[in-house]
Each structure stands twice: as C-alpha cells, then as structure tokens.
Nanobody
C-alpha cells in the first residue's frame, strides 16, 4: 500500500528554518505529483506547495513564495519542504499528499487532486 510519512516538524522562533520530510513508499511516483498542505486549528486544509516527480516542476501558494522550497530525492524516495523565515501564521499541521496519477503540465493545487495522505507533522512558530 502507499505510505506517506512526514517528519521534521517542531517548535521554532519566528525567522527560523525547518525542513520537513515526506518518506514515500508503496508504488512508483514517476507519474505523480507530491504536495504539501497545512491546516491550522479551526481552519480548512490549505495548499502550500507541490512538485511533479518527473521534471521537478513546482508551484507555491503566494504566502510562502520566496520563503519555502519543495524538492525531491529520487533515490529514497523522499519529498522535502524547506521552510525559511518562518512566521507565526505558518503554524499548522503540515500534511504530505500524492496524486494517484497526474498528467498535467503544472503540479495540482487542489485537495481533491490528491488521493494519498500522510498523518501530518506539527509546526509551531512563536513570536
């Protein structure tokens, strides 16, 4: 079965950096896109970033552009989210997600586009 396991969350001060990891297993991901979403308490799940496995094309939500970077390691396989200049408003549970199949040019950004989900990792940013 497909498994996505997130790690790397924690408690940091504003301005600090964290790198989240998503270990992916159970299938090949060459025709997939992998994404990161986040959900703050009482709020809906929000798209953060996504990457096409083949070609490494990326997309980001406006609030994290210039601060976050998504990347992948084909050998492990693992997807990373490097988060720099963290702000208190970045506080949320961060989820890794993968599409069943994706043929589009750019990575998808809708929750409904992703069929596989990890359990999440908590990121807390203090001021």
């Amino acid at each position: 079965q497909v498994q996505l396991v997130e790690s790397g969350g924690g408690l940091v001060q504003a301005g600090a950096s964290l790198r989240l990891s998503c270990a992916a297993s159970g299938r090949t991901f060459s025709n997939s896109a992998i994404g990161w979403f986040r959900q703050a308490p009482g709020k809906g799940r929000e798209f953060v970033a996504a990457i096409r496995w083949s070609g490494s094309t990326t997309t980001y939500t406006d609030s994290v552009k210039g601060r976050f970077a998504i990347s992948r390691d084909n050998a492990k396989p693992t997807v990373y989210l490097q988060m720099n200049s963290l702000k208190p408003e970045d506080t949320a549970v961060y989820y890794c997600a993968a599409t069943t199949y994706y043929s589009g040019t750019n990575p998808p950004a809708r929750t409904s586009d992703f069929g596989y989900w990890g359990q999440g990792t908590q990121v807390t940013v203090s001021s």
